[in-house]
């Protein structure tokens, strides 16, 4: 059962740089005629918006005993203490402040963060750094998903 489910989708105003994209390789075709500058507008058009989406894609699950941000996994019970991170804040975690060993699920376009230690002695990440725009519901929900052993979660006593 999933508790909480977020998409990371990219800001609907970055499909326009696809539209332009499309209108830049039509300029460049041109020379090659009419069809091949509609070809190329659309295909070109249609690819970069692909891509965004594609990008736009990852998503952030809780369900009632595991965390999965983008292809990482985590039990809770390895989640150690969050600290929700406001823009300042998330800027600072994954610039000056970054370990280099941390495991991130970073967009630069979500500018909220939750930084959550992690409690497993086989993972070498001090921390899970994930780009949110819902940062005290994912951090209510995690907390929730903890104490709730009906959801699969472990009591924290």
């Known amino acids: 059962m999933r508790l909480y489910e977020e998409r990371l989708g990219v800001p609907r105003s970055w499909y326009w740089f696809a539209a332009m994209l499309g209108v ?18 659309v295909t070109v058009t249609a690819l970069a918006a692909l891509a965004l989406r ?12 595991h965390l999965v941000a983008g292809s990482l996994r985590f039990p809770l019970t390895s989640l150690g ?11 600072l975690w994954r610039t000056r402040r970054a ?3 941390a495991l ?7 500018p909220t ?12 990440a001090p921390y899970l750094y994930l ?4 940062p005290t519901t994912l951090l209510a ?3 929730f998903a903890r104490r709730s052993p009906a959801r699969g979660g472990t009591e924290v006593g």
Not at 24 to 41: D, E, H, K, Q, S
Not at 119 to 124: F, R
Not at 131 to 134: G, K
């Open 24 to 41: 830049m390789a039509a300029a460049a075709l041109l020379p090659f005629g009419a069809v091949a500058a509609a070809g190329g507008c």
């Open 54 to 65: 594609v990008y736009g894609a990852v998503r952030i699950v809780v369900t009632g005993g």
């Open 81 to 91: 203490l969050a600290e929700i991170l406001d823009a300042e804040e998330a800027f």
């Open 113 to 124: 963060a939750l930084r959550i230690e992690i409690d497993d002695p086989d993972c070498a």
């Open 104 to 110: 991130m699920l970073l967009r630069g376009y979500v």
């Open 141 to 143: 929900v995690l907390g």
């Open 131 to 134: 780009s949110t725009r819902q």
């Open 99 to 101: 370990d280099v060993r």
